[in-house]
Structure formats: C-alpha cells, structure tokens
C-alpha cells in the first residue's frame, strides 16, 4: 500500500517566532510532508517576509497570501482552495502556536489505516510549558452544559489510555483531516470567524458517517499560558459568545434551544464573567462576552447549516 500524501495547512498573523516552531517541526516528521503550506492572514507586521526569507530554500514549503484576517476557518479555507489540485490523501490543520513530536503524524496515520471511514484524528496535545500535562486528549459535546468536556486536562496522561478511541470532539489546534471526509463536508464553516469552528466540523464529519478517532500515543504541544493571559481578552470573549450562539442555532434542537436560553444568561455568563475579571481588561471582555452572544444570535446562517434533532 503507498504511503499517504499529507500537506500541513497553517495560518500566520504576526507570529514570526511561533511559526518557526511550529514549521520546523513539521519539517522533522518521521512521515515526510507532501507540502507545508503556509498562509498568511494578512499581518501587519513583517513576520511574512520574515518567514518566506527563513524557509525559502525548502522545497516544501509554500507561500499562500490570503491578503488579510479571514479568520480561522475562512483562512484554512482560502489555503486547502490553493493547493486542493494536488488531492493529498490527508490535511494537517495546524495552529501557528503549536508544534508536533518527529513521530507525531506517522502514529495518527497508522491509527488512521484500521479506520473504515476516517474523518478526523487527533493526538494528544500538552502544554507547551507543562509538557507533560494534557490541555487536550479527545473529548465530547455536553448540551446541556453548552460546553465540550475533556477526561485528563490539566492532568498527565494516565499509564492506561494509550490505545486510539472514537470521541465526540477534536480541536482543530493539531488535526488530521481526510481530504475525502474534508470535501465531503465543504471545509470549515465559514460562518465561524474563530472558536467553534473545530466542533461544528466534526458534528458535520460524524453526521456524513466518517470517525472521529483520538490516538493518545501521538503527541503536539500548544503555547497556552492560562485563562487569564489567553482567554479573557475582548477579542477571546467576543468570539468565544459569538460563535456558541451560532453553534447553538446551528445544531441544537427546539428543546436544547429552550434549554441554553436560561443556561447561557443564568448559569454560563456568570462564570465567563469571573473569568473576565482574571485578566487585564476585566470590563471591556465582558461588554464584549454580551456583544459576541447578540452578534451572533442576530447573524445570518449559510447554508452549509445542518443541524440536528436532540
């Protein structure tokens, strides 16, 4: 059997050391890389040149100029559009801010090949500065708390949780995409200009009948600092109420619906709130948690929309 053709989407903006990082691991996988493409979300610092300057004498690595911040899923879009005439078997989706084991794409491979239908795979990624404790190891969506639940975060990951298992939820921080599966589906929801995206993807992937496969042997690493130096900004809480209200319309039946009306302002926005005040500008992120919750219940959906019954 041929060895899978993989290319490694990332996006920058203004993430020049980041990017080095992250490409240069990318460049050390044991499973060589097809292509790394590298776009840039239009930044408005150097880091662009910077990198195509860095990483110009390797053949694999190509330069995608998005011309400017379409956002997460729109800017993975725009890239996989450029390159989707190379029909690679599998995409790489990669935050800027991460970066994978040598052995890390090879292991989701081999788990991948057991799989009838293989949508999304995921491994298990740690904290940059706590690398041995888990930020994220598969999870699945909760509905009635209007929140995706992880076994292991902030913890090591246990001796006995080594083996791939099917799950609910893959973060689209380090993600494995069937082209198949990514076709399928059209790419990401552009309606989501960042957070939510990942989890309204695989809500689509499983629907079309593909897996959704967690493999905790295969490692990444993504710099997350805390809830307050990373999740409490205006910008973070904005997009954090905007697209859970477009998830919530997208995907939740009447019941739900009724439900995460009285959740959401009684239960959820209270903590969101406490969270606000960890962080530097405690009034600002939360005007902008409230702002986020009305833009997105005001938005008009695509028709890449499909929700499900409860």
Request: glycine share 6%; net charge negative; hydrophobic share 40%.
């Amino acid at each position: 059997m041929p060895s899978p053709s993989v290319i490694a989407i990332i996006l920058n903006w203004n993430k020049y050391d980041d990017v080095v990082i992250c490409i240069e691991s990318l460049l050390a996988s044991s499973h060589p890389f097809e292509r790394i493409v590298l776009a840039d979300n239009g930044s408005t610092d150097d880091s662009f040149a910077r990198l195509k300057q860095k990483f110009d004498a390797c053949p694999s690595v190509v330069f995608i100029d998005n011309g400017s911040n379409l956002g997460f899923a729109a800017g993975m879009n725009a890239a996989y559009e450029q390159i989707a005439e190379l029909r690679p078997d599998y995409i790489l989706l990669m935050n800027n801010d991460a970066k994978v084991a040598p052995d890390c794409l090879e292991t989701l491979l081999d788990a991948a090949r057991k799989e009838e239908r293989p949508g999304l795979i995921g491994p298990t990624i740690y904290y940059t500065s706590r690398p041995e404790t888990v930020w994220h190891g598969g999870g699945r969506y909760n509905k009635w708390k209007c929140s995706v639940t992880m076994p292991n975060k902030d913890q090591p990951l246990p001796a006995s949780v080594r083996e791939p298992v099917q799950c609910g939820f893959l973060t689209g921080c380090v993600l494995l995409v069937s082209t198949e599966a990514w076709e399928a589906c059209s790419g990401f929801d552009e309606d989501f200009f960042f957070y939510s995206e990942d989890l309204d993807l695989c809500w689509r992937i499983r629907d079309a009948g593909y897996s959704i496969l967690y493999v905790p042997r295969s490692s990444a690493w993504h710099k997350l600092i805390g809830v307050a130096e990373d999740r409490s900004t205006p910008f973070t809480m904005y997009n954090f109420g905007r697209s859970l209200a477009l998830l919530i319309r997208k995907h939740y039946g009447v019941l739900h619906k009724i439900y995460a009306a009285l959740f959401i302002p009684l239960v959820m926005s209270p903590f969101r709130m406490y969270q606000c005040t960890k962080g530097s500008t405690p009034r600002k992120s939360i005007v902008a948690w409230w702002k986020g919750l009305y833009a997105g219940l005001r938005y008009r959906l695509s028709d890449v929309d499909d929700p499900n019954t409860d």
